[in-house]
């Protein structure tokens, strides 16, 4: 008897971790674009891995994009998808890039985020799933949110 419960915790344990395997794929296979993290790896920077694929954030008032006034397209750092115009940047005051919307809702997956104690709103790249930052309803008229984005996730063409 007194061996029968390690033997169930045992096949549990296994069972249990084979049982997850599917779950994540499933989770991977909703993205248009999906690759391994070495793939990933591959193309990105350190820093850029770190936000867009492990959810990191860079710091404020580091990134490249933060102050930058030029007109053109945001574009997804992982996949090229257009994400935010220049035309709907401002100043935040936040040391990061900040939107007033995207370029299209149709571009970005947007998640309740419960990490750090706190409930945020994350936002995503709806093709690839990189980690682009979080939005907020602390924004400028007309639509009152502010998109608070990592530089590391986006990639700037001047128009």
């Given at each position: ?67 930058n006034h030029k007109e053109g397209t945001y574009y997804c ?56 930052g979080h939005v907020f309803e602390d924004g400028p008229k007309p639509t009152g ?15």
């Amino acid at each position: 008897m007194k061996f029968l419960l390690p033997a169930l915790t045992l096949v549990a344990t296994t069972l249990g971790c084979t049982a997850q395997t599917p779950k994540s794929n499933a989770i991977q296979a909703r993205y248009e674009i999906n690759k391994t993290d070495a793939e990933w790896k591959k193309q990105l920077t350190p820093l850029q891995f770190d936000v867009t694929r492990k959810k990191g954030t860079e710091q404020a008032y580091t990134g490249i994009y933060w102050d930058n006034h030029k007109e053109g397209t945001y574009y997804c750092v992982c996949c090229a998808l257009p994400l935010f115009s220049s035309a709907t940047k401002f100043e935040s005051g936040t040391g990061w890039p900040s939107f007033w919307q995207p370029i299209s809702q149709k571009n970005v997956e947007e998640i309740i985020d419960n990490s750090y104690g706190m409930s945020r709103t994350e936002v995503n790249c709806r093709r690839c799933g990189a980690h682009l930052g979080h939005v907020f309803e602390d924004g400028p008229k007309p639509t009152g949110l502010r998109y608070c984005m990592n530089s590391a996730s986006l990639k700037f063409v001047k128009k």
